[in-house]
């Protein structure tokens, strides 16, 4: 088991902070739930903090949610599966492409500083909204990984609510 060190309140915002509390409760969820097979179709309604994944999920059973938390947490610790990355790479392929073609019929064109200046202040904000949102969606999720190993708990009459 992986040792966490205490944050300080301006640590706690951040994103490496964020997935190692995930990646934390993710592998709590898998030392605890030792029969994972114990989860198939036991529905997530029972539990609110769940129960708000069922649309986003074809079957809707606590197993595919257990499934789906480890494949979250593998995508963390050693990137996006490699047939994602192998389609980006083609769309990326496709758009170079179409670009570089553009760019050969059109006239050469340079950019002003100012412009240079609004792209960069663009991609800072981009990036600020992308990494709160992931790490709001890190915490929901660090949230429900704790929820499911204290249901499975509960499950098969094992330990207490509180830790």
């Not at 605890?32 to 036991?42: A, G, K, Y």
């Not at 083609?90 to 240079?116: C, L, P």
Request: hydrophobic share 30%; aromatic share 6%; net charge negative.
């Amino acid at each position: 088991m992986m040792m966490q060190l205490p944050e300080t309140p301006t640590q706690k915002n951040s994103l490496f902070n964020a997935m190692n509390r995930f990646i934390g409760a993710v592998n709590n969820m898998d030392q605890t739930i030792m029969v994972p097979s114990l989860l198939r179709d036991v529905p997530l309604d029972e539990d609110r903090e769940l129960s708000s994944l069922k649309s986003d999920m074809d079957e809707g059973d606590m197993y595919s949610y257990y499934q789906l938390l480890k494949s979250i947490r593998g995508d963390i610790e050693w990137g996006v599966r490699c047939a994602a990355a192998d389609e980006r790479r083609k769309e990326s392929m496709k758009i170079t492409r179409m670009n570089s073609s553009a760019s050969i019929s059109s006239s050469a064109s340079s950019s002003s500083s100012e412009e240079e200046e609004e792209e960069d202040e663009d991609l800072q904000k981009q990036f600020q909204y992308h990494l709160t949102g992931l790490q709001g969606v890190l915490s929901k999720l660090t949230q429900q990984a704790n929820c499911l190993t204290q249901r499975y708990k509960q499950e098969i009459g094992i330990g207490g609510w509180g830790q």
